[in-house]
């Protein structure tokens, strides 16, 4: 039997391998050409420490010098002597340049471009080595723009195994990818893009979870939604979508899809314009009831603009609870930047 191990490094990169039963993780992370942080390979050092983020796994031997009870406990692990009983998410203490590996290159075709509005277009892709390329939901990847020297970061809104991918991209104007979808893009166009990249992605569900999203921040929160659904999770999950104008509302008719796929989810949507034609208007921090962080055992995955962010990370904290997990991450249209709170 082979395992999936994701490794994911301190500088966003992410890289996959695989594992069989009876291998250690850093055994298979040389036999790919990842050399993570290693230095005794049998339990005594502690040099490849790392924190395992998902999965279960055989901790083997080791002294108490490199390893300690308690450390264990909490979620760390020695790949050097770890042997995986299932896929595994593993948060490794190196940057990728140390480990003398990089994100992965990959090239597509558009199969499909959706114009929502003029705030909001999609676009589908097929990837030619789609069996290579493997993610977890809630990442990004870095486009290269046709006709420019530069890329922009888009995260998934398909989950993993999707035979095809799928982002959402808010439109600027004079914005590079803005003005290449809404004036040039067609269907058989080319795109190259490198990753899958970021810390923010789907942890093994253990208890509610909150999930709130902020314009095209609805993308990874799709992807999240997407595995949920294959892996018939039955936790409570409750989304909260909020927009600036009716014309930025997209997916809705997905997200019922969600909604009758999956008993546990529920979901609601505001827009901050108050002549919206929207059943709710406001902002996302009006939609948070007591009963969505359930006083505090709740995992809150909140995707948007860096303004939204805050507002929400100040609304949790004026209600006095604190979540047992909150991952975020913030977004501008030319930049990203990726942070998660445990």
């Not at 006083?295 to 909140?302: C, F, Q, S």
């Amino acid at each position: 039997m082979t395992f999936h191990v994701a490794l994911s490094f301190e500088d966003g990169v992410t890289r996959f391998v695989d594992c069989d039963a009876d291998e250690t993780v850093a055994d298979a992370s040389y036999r790919a050409r990842i050399n993570i942080p290693l230095d005794c390979r049998d339990g005594a050092c502690g040099t490849c420490k790392a924190f395992c983020e998902s999965g279960r796994y055989d901790g083997g031997d080791y002294i108490e010098d490199a390893l300690t009870d308690d450390e264990a406990e909490e979620g760390y692990c020695l790949p050097c002597q770890m042997v995986p009983e299932s896929d595994l998410v593993l948060q490794i203490a190196s940057t990728s340049l140390v480990a003398k590996t990089a994100a992965a290159s990959h090239s597509s075709t558009i199969t499909e471009v959706r114009r929502y509005s003029d705030t909001t277009i999609g676009f589908t892709v097929e990837v030619d080595d789609r069996g290579s390329l493997a993610y977890l939901p809630g990442q990004y990847v870095n486009i290269a723009v046709p006709g420019t020297d530069v890329t922009r970061s888009y995260s998934f809104s398909t989950g993993p195994n999707a035979g095809t991918l799928s982002f959402l991209v808010k439109i600027v104007d004079g914005g590079a990818m803005s003005t290449y979808l809404r004036e040039r893009a067609e269907v058989g166009d080319r795109l190259e893009f490198t990753g899958p990249m970021g810390s923010f992605f789907l942890r093994e569900p253990a208890r509610p979870m909150l999930l709130l999203a902020g314009g095209t921040g609805l993308a990874p929160l799709m992807a999240i939604l997407d595995t949920l659904r294959e892996n018939a999770v039955d936790r409570p999950v409750h989304l909260i979508y909020g927009v600036s104008s009716d014309a930025d509302l997209v997916e809705l008719d997905r997200l019922r899809v969600f909604a009758q796929d999956l008993p546990a989810f529920t979901f609601e949507y505001c827009v901050s314009d108050p002549d919206s034609a929207a059943p709710r208007t406001g902002y996302v921090t009006g939609l948070i009831e007591d009963g969505h962080v359930n006083d505090g055992d709740v995992d809150v995955y909140l995707c948007g603009p860096p303004p939204m962010v805050e507002a929400v990370r100040e609304h949790l904290h004026s209600t006095g609870v604190t979540p047992a997990n909150f991952y975020f991450e913030k977004f501008n249209p030319a930049a990203r930047e990726m942070s998660q709170v445990a």
